[in-house]
């Protein structure tokens, strides 16, 4: 999951819980839903009934936990403009071709091919002691023999306007509170400290816990110099404070022998073509790629899997649902959304038939319902639609969006659409560090998730009204 500038305040927006709590607009919605609909919506018991009982009881039992696993030992992690990758997008391909899944399309496109190469970190003053870092994406290398220079540490970009960092490395030790927000750190620490005249960067892991963990993560570079950056851990980062505020000189040398070319990828789109409105798509995504220090099993192996199940499973059960579902396995996420930039520059003469956009990128833990963005109305259709997975505890409609990933590209542009809500309370621990293995996901919840994704999917995508769309965004 990434990080994008114009969600963060996102977050701070109050939010209006629908499904289990009662709320002053949960009477708006009914004004705004008729009885005709609540009852179109409520008729779909029994299919949703159907689904829940082949996935939690039935055929696809295990299944979605079995294949991530198969999955997930066969590629591990699959950074972006790797032959692991693209092997692995093969192995998806030919997996849904083995279901008797064909209208499959793989979209070609430019993305970074980024090597992170040989990276150490050494403190040689006021102590010596190796660290563990790891390389922020896109970053320049260091000359061969590194960086040695003098740190300073600050808890801010306010506070690094104070400092004298020219011809130091700056450590920025800003403690986790929001993902967004702690995340602008990682995003422009080397071009706020390069502007200062620094020489490299380092930042404070973006997360509220660590077992001396580095989490990786994209970052980008402004008009400034580009200076290396990478991610220390919380402990380090303390030990550096702690040194700093005693008054100690700090010297560090940084070595990081990374490349950046360039090279190609594919977005993967399956398609259970609509019986009555082909033309009308609703987007059920994960991304495919991972950073490389960790396998990508939560970020996003979870989210891919599921996502390929749901044409697997309505096709088995021969559901033909009235608008297309297209089912997107997106490449280069972490790269900031490169994959979905591209499908949206290439599909934008058709984006307004684009109905409803989800994907699942914040885990997939026991499933919770969705955190959605749209117009009231859109809102108030799709609480309606959650009130049917009250059975699974899946039927909260939180009313912001705070994942930043690729159908953010969407949402930005008025399209309505939700994330995976789930309990997801360690996903930070875990997310962009060597942690994310098999060892996080669990078969039960996997299966849950797969359920309710591919029966509120469906569901959407069935109904016989649109989800209206966000039309004062330009
Ligand atoms: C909305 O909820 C608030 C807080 O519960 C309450 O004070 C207010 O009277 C409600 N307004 C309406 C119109 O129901
Ligand atoms: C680009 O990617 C392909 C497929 O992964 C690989 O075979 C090829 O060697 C790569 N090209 C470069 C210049 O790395
Ligand atoms: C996918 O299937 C093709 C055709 O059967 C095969 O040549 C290829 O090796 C497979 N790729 C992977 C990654 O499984
Ligand atoms: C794929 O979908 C298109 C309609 O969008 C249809 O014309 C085509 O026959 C489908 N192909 C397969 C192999 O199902
Ligand atoms: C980068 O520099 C160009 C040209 O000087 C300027 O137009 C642009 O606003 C700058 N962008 C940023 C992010 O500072
Ligand atoms: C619709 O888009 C406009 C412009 O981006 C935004 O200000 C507004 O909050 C959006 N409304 C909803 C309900 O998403
Ligand atoms: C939903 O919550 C109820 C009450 O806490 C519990 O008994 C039930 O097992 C839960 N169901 C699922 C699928 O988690
Ligand atoms: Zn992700």
């Known amino acids: 999951m990434l990080y994008l500038l114009k969600l963060v305040l996102i977050a701070d927006i109050l939010s209006h819980v629908y499904g289990e709590q009662i709320t002053n607009e949960s009477e708006t919605c009914e004004e705004l839903l008729d009885e005709e609909l609540k009852e179109e919506i409520a008729s779909y018991g029994p299919t949703r009934d159907?689904?829940?009982?082949?996935?939690?009881?039935?055929?696809?039992?295990?299944?979605?936990?079995?294949?991530?696993t198969k999955f997930i030992n066969k590629f591990g992690g699959r950074l972006t403009g790797t032959e692991n990758l693209e092997n692995s997008i093969d192995y998806m391909i030919n997996l849904t071709i083995k279901e008797d899944i064909h209208n499959i399309t793989a979209e070609t496109l430019k993305v970074p091919q980024w090597t992170r190469g040989k990276e150490e970190i050494t403190m040689l003053k006021p102590r010596v002691k190796n660290m563990a870092l790891i390389g922020l994406g896109n970053s320049v290398?260091?000359?061969?023999?590194?960086?040695?220079?003098?740190?300073?540490?600050?808890?801010?970009f306010e506070e690094l306007e104070k400092v004298d960092a020219k011809g130091k490395i700056v450590v920025f030790n800003v403690h986790f509170t929001t993902y967004s927000e702690t995340v602008k750190y990682r995003f422009e620490a080397a071009t706020r400290a390069a502007g200062k005249g620094a020489l490299a960067s380092l930042v404070r892991s973006v997360t509220m816990f660590s077992i001396y963990s580095p989490h990786a993560g994209m970052q980008k570079y402004g008009n400034e110099t580009k200076i290396p950056t990478a991610a220390i851990t919380l402990e380090d980062a303390n030990l550096l404070k702690r040194l700093y505020t005693a008054g100690e000189k700090i010297v560090i040398n940084l070595k990081m022998l990374s490349k950046l070319d360039y090279n190609t990828s594919r977005n993967t789109l399956v398609d259970i073509i609509g019986r009555e409105n082909p033309e009308k798509i609703v987007i059920v995504s994960g991304?495919?790629?991972?950073?490389?220090?960790?396998?990508g099993a939560m970020d996003d192996g979870g989210g891919l899997m599921i996502s390929w199940a749901v044409p697997v499973i309505l096709k088995k059960m021969n559901l033909e649902p009235r608008r297309t579902i297209r089912t997107i396995f997106w490449t280069a996420e972490e790269q900031q959304y490169v994959g979905a930039e591209a499908y949206e520059k290439k599909h934008r003469h058709e984006e307004k038939n684009i109905n409803f956009a989800l994907?699942?990128?914040d885990g997939t833990f026991a499933p919770r319902g969705l955190q959605m963005l749209g117009t009231q109305k859109a809102r108030c259709i799709v609480a309606e639609v959650l009130k049917l997975f009250k059975v699974i505890n899946a039927s909260t409609l939180i009313d912001t969006y705070v994942s930043a990933t690729d159908i953010n590209v969407f949402l930005e542009r008025g399209v309505p659409g939700a994330?995976?809500?789930?309990?997801n309370g360690k996903y930070y621990w875990y997310h962009h560090t060597a942690g994310d293995t098999m060892d996080l996901m669990d078969e039960k919840s996997l299966d849950l998730c797969t359920?309710?994704?591919a029966a509120v999917s469906y569901i959407i995508a069935d109904l016989s009204v649109d989800i209206p769309r966000n039309d004062t965004t330009s």
């Open 419 to 423: 994330g995976l809500l789930n309990d």
């Open 451 to 453: 359920a309710f994704w």
């Open 287 to 295: 991304h495919i790629d991972s950073w490389d220090n960790g396998e």
């Open 50 to 68: 159907k689904i829940l009982k082949y996935v939690l009881e039935g055929e696809f039992k295990g299944r979605t936990f079995k294949e991530l």
């Open 141 to 156: 290398a260091t000359p061969k023999d590194g960086i040695t220079a003098e740190v300073v540490v600050v808890d801010s």
């Open 359 to 361: 994907e699942s990128d």
